[in-house]
């Protein structure tokens, strides 16, 4: 038989779930309050009072820019191309470096301050205390105050300088960097002068030197002429052997005629008396003419003639090494010159001052989301070193 089925066990009632009450509304405590009011004054207070003097204070300001280089003439050989290439690259460089170092001293900023008025210029805001320049500063002041307002790019790579200039105003701005550019390029100038003078000053020394050689090798010669009354001894001393050898040339065929009408004649013949009183006058000539050339013309000191014309032969050597000397001074220094000249520096602008139509500074959304980001990192890290203080307690 099956067995018997059993009820089934009654089931049991479900557990009523536990409600929580509810929560009440959150409460500031003090130290929130704390926190939001050192968020409100250390960086939204500041945030919006920089935010109403950069745009209702602050006056617009206006660039110029202007651009330049150093340069020097290319050398005119390929040789020299080839072998003043680091030189000259070199030399540039130097320059640029003295260039760039001159833009930033105060030696230029006196110069163009005196020129335009620098601290008119940079104090024409009535009220802007920031950016304005104060008119009672110092030498030393604007100078700090120039390096804010004149920025100066150097790539010294390309040798390339690159200013900008800020200014209240576009024209005041095109001025200074007008005024810069002037004074850069007679600064170049000056050294280019410098450089020059250093490398012609020793040939031009060498050339004055010959002049004054030459001029008094000249004025011996002359003073030598005016003694002795004689332009050339030694043509004196030609035309009078000349003189001398014709004689003895008549001399020695009127004794030839002599002999020979001794010969076909009597002794008493006319003829034989005329021969020999003219062998007796050309035989006197040449006797005088022999003493012509031993002794000097009537001088005082009867100098000998051979004397005379050995001493205007030592003078003429000294005139002609003189000339010789100067010649050759002369072509140095030409030379020199030309290649001082054509290593010359010069400044090349390759961007010249410009003229702005709208401002652009100061950069107000730039300026002050970087006093925004830095009030909130410097106010982040404060309450964080006071949270981290009160936890250790």
């Known amino acids: 038989m099956p067995a018997p089925v059993r009820p089934a ?29 050192s968020f409100l004054i250390c960086v939204a207070l500041p945030t919006v009072l920089a935010a109403l003097y ?13 651009g330049f280089s150093v340069r020097t003439e290319e050398a005119s050989s390929p040789l020299e191309v080839l072998g003043g290439i680091t030189d000259l690259s070199g030399s540039s460089s130097k320059d640029t470096d003295i ?41 030393e002041d604007l100078l700090d105050y120039w390096r804010n307002m004149v920025k100066i790019y150097y790539d010294a790579g390309g040798g390339l300088i690159e200013v900008r200039v800020l200014a209240f105003s576009p024209e005041d701005a095109q001025k200074i960097a007008q005024a810069m550019l002037e004074k850069s390029q007679s600064m170049i100038n000056d050294l280019s002068a410098i450089a020059r003078e250093d490398a012609i000053r020793y040939s031009r020394q060498d050339l004055e030197e010959a002049v004054e050689r030459l001029k008094a090798a000249r004025q011996v010669v002359t003073q030598f002429r005016n003694r002795y009354q004689l332009v050339d001894p030694s043509i004196d001393l030609q035309s009078q052997a000349g003189l001398l050898g014709t004689l003895e040339t008549q001399l020695a065929e009127t004794l030839i005629e002599l002999d020979l009408l001794r010969i076909t004649t009597r002794d008493d013949d006319p ?12 035989r006197e000539r040449i006797a005088a003419e022999r003493q012509k050339l031993g002794i000097g013309r009537g001088l005082e000191d009867e100098s000998v003639f051979a004397t005379i014309v050995g001493e205007y032969e030592r003078l003429a050597v000294d005139r002609e090494f003189a000339e010789q000397s100067y010649t050759s001074a002369l072509a140095s220094y030409d ?44 106010w982040s890290t404060g309450v964080l070193v006071a949270y981290s203080i009160k936890d250790r307690r």
């Open 9 to 37: 066990a009654p089931l049991k009632a479900a557990a009523k779930p536990r409600i929580l009450p509810p929560v009440g509304f959150a409460t500031l405590k003090l130290r929130h309050k704390l926190v939001l009011g």
């Open 54 to 66: 950069l745009w209702l204070v602050a006056d617009d300001q206006y660039a110029s820019t202007v």
């Open 99 to 139: 260039l760039y170092e001159y833009l930033k001293s105060q030696k230029l900023v006196a110069e163009i301050d005196a020129e335009l008025d620098l601290r008119a210029m940079w104090s024409r805001p009535r009220f802007d205390p920031i950016f304005a320049y104060d008119t009672d500063g110092t030498i």
């Open 271 to 282: 003829r034989l008396s005329q021969l020999q009183r003219r062998v007796d006058v050309i």
């Open 335 to 378: 030379s020199s010159l030309a290649e001082a000249r054509r290593k010359s520096r010069y400044l090349a602008p390759y961007i010249r001052p410009t003229l702005a139509e709208s401002s652009r500074y100061p950069q107000r959304g730039i300026q002050l989301g970087l006093m925004t980001l830095f009030l909130l990192l410097a």
